[in-house]
């Protein structure tokens, strides 16, 4: 196989690579302006490159700057966060009401519960039994209320 895949090479060498390829390509037109402008924009590349480096340097040296002020803020509102709270708990915890506030919320919550309770038990009563108490009156005063 390698064998085969060498001859192919070499054939295509004989074939299509030989000197005329190589001094038709010399010969384009493109290749030579291309040339004549690389010797403009070469040199002025060379020239400008460490302007163009002390840019991108200075941009980079604000960036870690910046990174670094945004994250002593971010530091700086955590703490204040953490401080405000801990006072906030103080607080709370210092309020000597605190305790009874706490046991008549859960008074108010348990005769919520117990007003609230018997209504949807009531509505659940009525919705079943409706249709039971249509039926029985059907049954039993219909026959009253027809003509003899």
Known sequence: MNHLL???????YVRYLNWRLVRSIAELQVLTRVSYAMLV????LAGTWPAVRSVVNRFDT????LSSSI?????EVNRRLIEIQSKFE????????????????ITVNKIE?????????????????T???RLYGDR????????A
């Open 6 to 12: 060498g001859w192919r090479l070499r054939d295509i």
């Open 41 to 44: 924009v070469v040199p002025t």
């Open 62 to 65: 604000a960036a870690a700057s």
């Open 71 to 75: 994250d002593n803020d971010l530091q």
């Open 90 to 105: 103080r607080a709370e915890n210092d309020n000597p009401l605190a305790p009874e506030i706490q046991h008549v919320s």
């Open 113 to 129: 519960e117990a007003i609230q309770k018997p209504r949807t038990e009531k509505i659940l009563w009525v919705s079943l039994l």
């Open 131 to 133: 249709p039971k108490l």
């Open 140 to 147: 039993h005063f219909s026959p009253l209320s027809l003509p």
